[in-house]
T-cell receptor
Framework: DTGVSQDPRHKITKRGQNVTFRCDPI?????LYWYRQTLGQGPEFLTY????????KSRLLSDRFSAERPKGSFSTLEIQRTEQGDSAMYLC????????????FGPGTRLLVL | GENVEQHPSTLSVQEGDSAVIKCTYS??????FPWYKQELGKRPQLIID?????GEKKDQRIAVTLNKTAKHFSLHITETQPEDSAVYFC???????????FGPGTRLSVLP
């Protein structure tokens, strides 16, 4: 499968714990995006990388959230001190570098904070 | 920043009928408008997109129209089939592809 992959697909954690998600983009894609999707809503932009550089962050990304893409390939999204409001689907997408390039989504990581 | 509205939020049609979903956007700098289909428990998948230099694009039973003056674009599905049932999201993207704003989605149900 040469599409975007995410791991784990599901995560259940207790409030206050830290969690980390991984995204592997399509290999030739320079851009990588993280989104959060709650039930009945469209994906909400969280952050975006071009290669290893994190170029933009949404105001939704509080200081408990951090994302990295150390070698410009896979990316990780960490949530510290999770809260029940963090429960959502976390989607990763990747695209080629350029104007108006299509984003291809991964299957998502569904997080449930108890 | 960009704001994308989408209507209706739910839509039920009989198999074989047409379905139309409309989106409006606020930022005149947006010039790329993709549509994604998301089936239950699955990832969003691109079904069609349109760029600001064209007014209409068609791919078999799916078409998208764009009115840049009025800042709205629509998805048209003809001869609907039960497998078209899903949530459809529109999005508006700025010229650099960095500002990707999605609408809230439309749940389409095609009744046999």
């Amino acid at each position: 499968d040469t599409g975007v992959s995410q791991d784990p697909r599901h995560k259940i954690t207790k409030r206050g714990q830290n969690v980390t998600f991984r995204c592997d983009p399509i290999s030739e894609h320079n851009r990588l995006y993280w989104y959060r999707q709650t039930l009945g809503q469209g994906p909400e932009f969280l952050t975006y990388f071009q290669n290893e550089a994190q170029l933009e962050k949404s105001r939704l990304l509080s200081d408990r959230f951090s994302a990295e893409r150390p070698k410009g390939s896979f990316s990780t999204l960490e949530i510290q001190r999770t809260e029940q409001g963090d429960s959502a689907m976390y989607l990763c997408a990747s695209s080629r570098d350029g104007l108006q390039e299509t984003q291809y989504f991964g299957p998502g990581t569904r997080l449930l904070v108890l | 920043g960009e704001n994308v509205e989408q209507h209706p939020s739910t839509l039920s049609v009989q198999e074989g009928d047409s379905a139309v979903i409309k989106c409006t956007y606020s930022d005149s700098a947006s010039n790329y408008f993709p549509w994604y289909k998301q089936e239950l428990g699955k990832r969003p998948q691109l079904i069609i997109d349109i760029r600001s230099n064209v007014g209409e694009k068609k791919d078999q039973r799916i078409a998208v129209t764009l009115n840049k003056t009025a800042k709205h674009f629509s998805l048209h599905i003809t001869e609907t089939q039960p497998e078209d049932s899903a949530v459809y999201f529109c999005a508006a993207v700025d010229n650099y592809g960095q500002n990707f704003v999605f609408g809230p989605g439309t749940r389409l149900s095609v009744l046999p």
